[in-house]
């Protein structure tokens, strides 16, 4: 079946420009999550995503970074006022409800801020 | 809290020999415990998981990880190693703390050389 996809898988933006990446998750898995990876910082949690549950924003590296995941299913990381430290990899996963089953990874949108 | 420390940025082994990628963890409560593979340009994949049942795990690809909560390990294993195993290894716990969101936390990550 299909796994879970994410757009665009490369994004090149200048510095105090918006972005939007898009997440679509596997069919029925409850459960979304947003990491993020980088050289410097490895991979970090950035928000959580549990059916109609408030979501977990602990992870938000600063109040540009928001996201929203629609009718359950699909999700979208805006990024306000892009800087170069937020040039990364940026991964979306998704789960069965159970927290402790395995999180399905997306191949990641690259986004590079010059 | 949890953490997740993989000691070995890089491991280089010749094909044929015995793959070993070490992780420790910090858990407070028992841990839930993966291993994520990532070959360039794609995303992340699970080798195998730890989740409270048997403390040898097997995995894909011929991987296996034994959990020792003495030592609070959960290292990586191959017996033999292929060329296309050369990729980056992620150790992970799972997030069990108030909330149980079961987020990963990741280690630096290890990336594996395979020489012919």
């Known amino acids: 079946g299909a796994g879970v996809s994410q757009s665009p898988s490369n994004k090149v933006t200048e510095k105090g420009k918006d972005v939007e990446l898009r997440c679509d998750p596997i069919?029925?898995?409850?459960?979304l999550y947003w990491y993020r990876q980088s050289l410097g910082q490895g991979l970090e949690f950035l928000i959580y995503?549990?059916?109609?549950?408030?979501?977990?924003k602990s992870g938000l590296p600063s109040d540009r970074f928001s996201a929203e995941r629609t009718g359950g299913s699909v999700s979208t990381l805006t990024i306000q006022r892009t800087q170069q430290e937020d040039s990364a990899v940026y991964l979306c996963?998704?789960?069965?409800?159970?927290?402790?089953?395995?999180?399905?990874f997306g191949p990641g949108t690259r986004l590079t801020v010059l | 809290a949890q953490s997740v420390t993989q000691l070995g940025s890089h491991v280089s082994v010749s094909e044929g020999a015995l793959v070993l990628l070490r992780c420790n963890y910090s858990?407070?409560?028992?841990?839930?415990l993966f291993w994520y593979v990532q070959y360039p340009n794609q995303g992340l994949q699970l080798l195998l998981k730890?989740?409270?049942?048997?403390?040898l795990v097997k995995g894909i690809n011929g991987f296996e990880a034994e959990f020792k909560k003495s030592e609070t390990s959960f290292h990586l294993t191959k017996p033999s190693a292929h060329m296309s195993d050369a990729a980056e290894y992620f150790c992970?716990?799972?997030?069990?703390?108030?909330?149980?969101?079961?987020?990963?936390?990741f280690g630096q990550g290890t990336t594996l050389q395979v020489k012919p």
């Open positions: 730890y989740t409270s049942a048997a403390t």
């Open positions: 858990s407070s409560v028992p841990p839930y």
């Open positions: 996963a998704s789960s069965p409800s159970d927290t402790y089953n395995e999180q399905f």
């Open positions: 992970a716990v799972s997030d069990r703390g108030s909330g149980n969101t079961g987020k990963l936390i």
């Open positions: 995503f549990q059916g109609n549950s408030a979501p977990d």
């Open positions: 069919s029925g898995h409850t459960a």
